[in-house]
């Protein structure tokens, strides 16, 4: 299966581009950047870098600084620390962008790969929601959209009632959901399911001493964050379940929902039901340990 994934790395993103580099049913084409977890200059620069430490030439096309409407964003450092990858700092610019943005790479690559691309968004919705705007062809090109996002029946993570990614831009998310493609969400209430421990990470650095270490290095800050401020032992492996759920569906139950994002208010980001939106799959459950199993035997056969 052909995959872009559209990324602000960010801890969970690197432990998902790791797997997507590791999982044999997986041809990673190419990633396309975002705002979010860090500035959008350095999820690119993050990409690059993590691409060169999998050994993979494959493009980085840089998207969106900021969310609709505004001329800003500031990453909460606090939960991917100031560079996007915990405590490191002083991570290398490796290679260059590629020439295209990367709403129009992600349209080039849909129409060179017609009906057999996936496009997996573990960021906010902008790219997604600009590729849409720039060709009215992108959603059917696209084999399926796969987006890690929402909290649907369950209680938000930014705030009480809005998930991250959908919350950082919220019209984007409500452009998407009014006209998506096949779109599978991957939200909160399947990624909470799949915590990933200290001890895991220990396990897969003593199986992978280059990348499994390199992950359990930068986990030490998102770990801290989750403890400190979710009171929890592990922390979601929310990007991975997403690129998960691009080859293995059968793992999760799903229901077609339509969404509304709520734009405005106390309620920003919030993903409701609504009837009067076109279906997509909306993640209801999954085995969180056979998740956190798949994802530690494939990124532990990495060097
Ligand atoms: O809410 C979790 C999402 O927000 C993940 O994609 C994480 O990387 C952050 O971007
Ligand atoms: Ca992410």
């Known amino acids: 299966m052909k995959l872009i994934i559209d990324t602000d790395p960010g801890i969970d993103d690197a432990m998902a581009i790791a797997y997507a580099a590791a999982a044999p049913e997986i041809e990673l084409v190419g ?4 705002f979010g977890n860090t500035y959008v200059h350095q999820s690119s620069r993050n990409a690059r870098y993590l691409l060169d430490k999998l050994g993979l030439s494959i493009p980085v096309a840089q998207g969106a600084s900021f969310p609709r409407g505004s001329e800003s964003h500031t990453p909460s450092e606090y939960v991917h620390g100031p560079e996007g990858f915990g ?24 129409r060179v790969h017609k ?28 084999k399926r959209l796969v987006i890690m996002g929402g909290a649907v029946f369950c ?18 998310a409500n452009e998407v959901f009014a006209t998506p493609p096949e779109t599978v969400l991957v939200g909160l209430d399947v990624t909470l399911k799949t915590l990933y421990e200290a001890a895991d990470f220990e396990a897969l650095a003593s199986r992978s ?14 770990l801290k964050f989750y403890k400190e401020i979710g009171g929890l032992e592990g922390c979601g492996l929310h990007d991975s379940t997403a690129v998960i759920a691009c080859t293995h569906d059968p793992m999760f139950d799903m229901a077609s929902i339509g ?9 920003l980001g919030a993903t409701r039901p609504d009837p009067s939106r076109p279906s997509i799959s909306v993640c209801r459950n999954v085995d969180g340990a056979e998740v956190v199993r798949l994802f530690t035997d494939r990124v532990a056969s990495l060097p």
Do not use: K, W
């Open 31 to 34: 990633l396309t950047t975002v």
């Open 87 to 110: 405590d490191l700092t002083d991570i290398p610019e490796i290679g260059y962008n590629h020439a295209l943005p990367a709403a129009e790479f992600l349209a080039e690559m849909a």
């Open 115 to 142: 009906g057999e691309l996936v496009v997996c968004a573990i960021g906010p919705l902008t790219n997604i929601a600009d590729a849409i705007r720039l060709d009215p062809e992108f959603s059917s090109n696209l």
């Open 155 to 172: 209680p938000g993570n930014i705030t009480e009632h809005a998930e991250a990614n959908i919350y950082h831009d919220a019209a984007a």
């Open 209 to 222: 001493p280059h990348m499994g270490a390199f992950l359990h290095d930068i986990s030490r800050f998102y």
């Open 259 to 267: 969404l509304q994002v709520i734009a405005h208010g106390p309620e």
